[in-house]
């Protein structure tokens, strides 16, 4: 695949600022001359994200992701490189002239989005004549009016084998192109298509700019599966969309309202609710508590009354708590679900009932009296053990205090000896956590587990020599032609590690063009790779002397440590422990 011009990509980043890039995806906070926040890419309670301002760069220290603005963009996004770099022209409003065979994926995507909307089209069309009126049937049974089935573009699957695949056809689309969009799926048997979607109310996804990625299809009686969803296609992934949002989003400064299915959502919106969501036929994941947060700062979790939502409803108070949002929870009684609840009491009641909405501690600690008989002994003994457990989750000492003083009333227990409870429980999960760090330190010094450098472990001192000769590399790029025309450039073969040959060889190569940057690798690397570069950069330029004479002993270094007969580092380590023994 030919390379994008250098001279464009510099320019891209350049109009692409980092910080203002980052600040749409992550709520950044100054720290010295550095920005730090939550990071997007692992769940945390404490920022361990770093934007560098002054070499347009990003690093977190807790899960080791970092790169320079398009490799954020590739992992937010979870887009390849060109797509990255296509992404980050568009919002600069640079036209980009895209190399061949990026041109034929953007395409690609381009023709299933287009798709996709003819597909929704023919799905609402068949809602609205003869063949869908056990769908139109079905959705004004369950109390919603044309207006809205038409706002949200609902449509109808025929119970047939090709009524939307030979449609498609009639429009140009291949068997190919609709099976890579989830809209028909391939015959064992014959090698036919047929459609994916059939006898089904269905739902379009939209994206927040508008695009119809996927669907959802629902069944209307009580066969199973009750909801069938699209796969992760080319312009879809589940994990990463929340159904609605293109709507929500412009109601959701004050609060997010997260549903459990689609009927919720919808019946939400009709009775004035606009700002509800809800996850695509799967829990809650961690992206999806990030994308609440880049639209708001508060989410009332509205999920049915049933012991499976309750359930769920306990996984996406602790994701959307470590995405660094206030939650709350609604209580929908005397209904299965918040459709029902509305149906039966009307929208007034559900704003009260949102008013009285509970706190991730009132939720938890309600479950466990309701489930445990406290005027046991027993009973109330595990009601105390679990009570102390949840209390210890919370970092603040005022917020556990008035919580150690509710369990201590409702449990007839003096304060005391909660709080001294919960201080053992903290004291353990504390030094669980220090083990836990101290044998990921070890395990990541002795290079085990390494997906990025698997070949580190087999030579440590070979490994470390080519880290500081890349790091410094990376820092000064200036070395290699200076090396180049000494005669004294090392050869890719003079590396032990493959992942040293392979970023030595791009940046020996990329260095003969004009311009040289690290951005340059991103094209070759995986985000991952990138990542560890960035590691690399960041801890080689704490190092206090990074001349090129360094450099040439880092060689020699590398030299010794690939001739020495070294053992292996799972030789030491039994060694070690047979000494201990």
């Given amino acids: 695949m030919a390379r994008i011009d250098q001279s464009v990509i510099e320019d891209i980043k350049f109009r692409n600022d980092i910080e203002q890039v980052i600040s749409g995806y992550v709520s950044l906070k100054r720290a010295g001359s550095n920005m730090v926040g939550l990071c997007p890419f692992h769940s945390e309670r404490s920022p361990s994200f770093t934007v560098f301002t002054s070499d347009q760069s990003f690093y977190c220290f807790g899960c080791g992701s970092g790169g320079d603005v398009i490799t954020f963009i590739r992992k937010i996004e979870n887009l390849d490189y060109p797509s990255a770099i296509e992404f980050l022209a568009r919002r600069a409003g640079i036209t980009l002239t895209l190399d061949k065979d990026s041109k034929k994926e953007s395409d690609n995507k381009r023709r299933i989005l287009e798709m996709n909307r003819e597909a929704a089209r023919f799905y609402h069309k068949m809602l609205l004549s003869p063949k869908g009126k056990p769908g139109l049937d079905y959705l004004l049974k369950r109390g919603l009016t044309m207006p809205i089935i038409k706002i949200f573009g609902l449509g109808f699957a025929p119970n047939e084998f090709s009524a939307l695949t030979g449609f498609l056809r009639s429009k140009g689309y291949t068997d190919s192109e609709m099976s890579s969009a989830f809209l ?40 199973q599966p009750k909801y069938l969803n699209s796969s992760d296609t080319p312009v879809f992934k589940k994990s990463r969309n929340l159904f609605a949002l293109n709507y929500a989003k412009s109601a959701c400064s004050e609060q ?20 509800a ?18 639209y708001t700062n508060r989410v009332i979790i509205c999920y049915d009354a049933d012991a499976a939502g309750q359930n769920a409803a306990n996984k996406a108070f602790r994701l959307l708590g470590e995405a660094g949002l206030e939650c709350k929870i609604i209580k929908v009684e005397n209904a299965k679900d918040p459709d029902e609840y509305i149906k039966k009491f009307g929208p007034d009641a559900f704003t009260s009932l949102m008013s009285k909405s509970r706190s991730e501690f009132d939720f938890r600690f309600d479950s466990i009296m309701a489930n445990n008989d406290t005027d046991t002994t027993d009973g109330k003994v595990k009601a105390l053990s679990q009570v102390v457990e949840v209390i210890a989750e919370f970092s603040g000492a005022a917020q556990r205090e008035v919580y150690i003083h509710k369990a201590a009333e409702a449990l007839s227990l003096s304060p005391d000896s909660i709080r001294r409870d919960v201080e053992k429980s903290i004291s353990g999960r504390n030094s669980r956590q220090r083990k836990d760090e101290f044998r990921k330190i070890i395990t990541e010094t002795e290079g085990y587990g390494d997906r990025i450098n698997p070949d580190a472990p087999k030579n440590l001192k070979a490994a470390k020599a080519e880290e500081a000769i890349i790091g410094i590399l990376l820092l ?52 991952d790779e990138m990542s560890r570069l960035e590691k690399i950069k960041i801890t080689r330029r704490q190092v206090t002397s990074n001349t090129i004479e360094i450099l040439y002993d880092c060689l020699e270094t590398l030299k010794r440590a690939r001739s020495a007969d070294e053992k292996d580092v799972g030789d030491i380590i039994k060694e070690k422990r047979k000494k201990k023994n």
């Avoid at 969501?277 to 609440?292: S, Y």
């Avoid at 004294?488 to 190569?509: A, Q």
């Fill in 184 to 223: 028909c799926g391939i015959s064992r048997k014959n090698g036919m298509p047929y459609d994916y979607f059939r006898n089904r109310v269905m739902f379009p996804i939209i994206s927040v700019t508008g695009d119809v990625v996927a669907f959802g299809g629902r069944v209307m009686d009580d066969s």
């Fill in 476 to 527: 000064h790029p200036e070395y290699i032609s200076e090396m180049r025309k000494k005669g004294t450039l090392p050869l890719e073969s003079d590396f032990f590690t493959e992942f040293g040959k392979k970023v030595f060889s791009l940046m020996s190569e990329l260095s003969m063009t004009d311009n040289f940057s690290d951005s340059m690798l991103g094209e070759s690397l995986t985000p």
């Fill in 277 to 294: 969501v809800a996850t695509l036929g799967t829990a809650i994941t961690p992206e999806q508590a990030r994308i609440f947060k880049r």
């Fill in 256 to 275: 997010l309202i997260l549903c459990e299915g689609y009927m919720d959502v919808i019946a939400l919106h009709k009775a004035g609710f606009k700002n």
